[in-house]
């Protein structure tokens, strides 16, 4: 069965300090990929998506960048933190078939 | 992109059904209808999905009305473990560009 790691589960930046996040899949090939962003309250915010290797779409204008280096790996970068950039970060995979498949989220902090 | 309206809130009672209704009335012919749903700090759970037919699975029911106007996501026996968010989203022509609105917050009475 396919699953999905998302690392760490929390985070503690200082403003101005660089991040990475990492999200794998197993069990599944080739798979879209998509980092979401949640501010505090509901709805989330499709920040990239990933329909292969070193193909990455921006969806809004941010201090952000992904990167994905293999087939199943996702990274969410930034090389200076804003405080703005605080939030519940979620990454996600589909076969292009169906629904999405979250992983547990990165919930990140900046003082 | 076509957007989606649904209460803000809903309550129900342990062990009865519940509907959850969801309005897209600009919806166009390849959108698909989704419905994903949020535990609290989890991250959203896949629920269900259609095009234009009613759909089933182990979770819930999918009933699309026939001019597409509008959905309803159908959970048969609500238990203590369906409270959460249900988001219910519009996937044009299965893009996977998914918009998230506010969804609505189911809570379950015992």
């Known amino acids: 069965s396919q699953t999905i790691h998302q690392w760490p589960a929390t985070l503690v930046q200082p403003v101005g300090s660089p991040l990475s996040l990492e999200c794998t899949v197993e069990?599944?090939?080739?798979?879209?990929l998509y980092w979401y962003r949640q501010a505090a309250g509901r709805g989330l915010q499709l920040l990239f998506y990933s329909v292969g290797i070193g193909q990455i779409s921006s969806e809004v204008p941010q201090n952000l960048s992904a990167s994905r280096p293999q087939d199943r790996q996702f990274i969410l970068s930034s090389k200076k933190l804003l405080l703005s950039d605080s939030g519940f970060y979620l990454c996600?995979?589909?076969?292009?078939?169906?629904?999405?498949?979250f992983g547990d989220g990165t919930r990140l902090s900046i003082l | 992109d076509a957007k989606t309206t649904q209460p803000n809130s809903m309550e129900s009672n342990e062990e009865e059904p519940v509907h959850l209704p969801c309005n897209h009335s600009t919806i166009s012919g390849t959108d698909y209808i989704h419905w994903y749903r949020q535990l609290p700090s989890q991250g959203p759970e896949y629920v269900i999905h259609g095009l234009t037919s009613n759909v089933n699975n182990r979770m819930a029911s999918l009933a699309i009305a026939e001019d597409r106007k509008s959905s309803t996501l159908i959970l048969h026996r609500a238990t203590l473990r369906d409270a959460a968010v249900y988001y219910c989203?519009?996937?044009?022509?299965?893009?996977?560009?998914?918009?998230f609105g506010q969804g609505t917050e189911l809570s379950v009475k015992p």
């Open positions: 069990g599944t090939s080739n798979p879209n």
């Open positions: 996600a995979w589909s076969d292009g078939t169906g629904g999405q498949h």
């Open positions: 989203i519009l996937d044009y022509n299965q893009g996977g560009k998914l918009i």
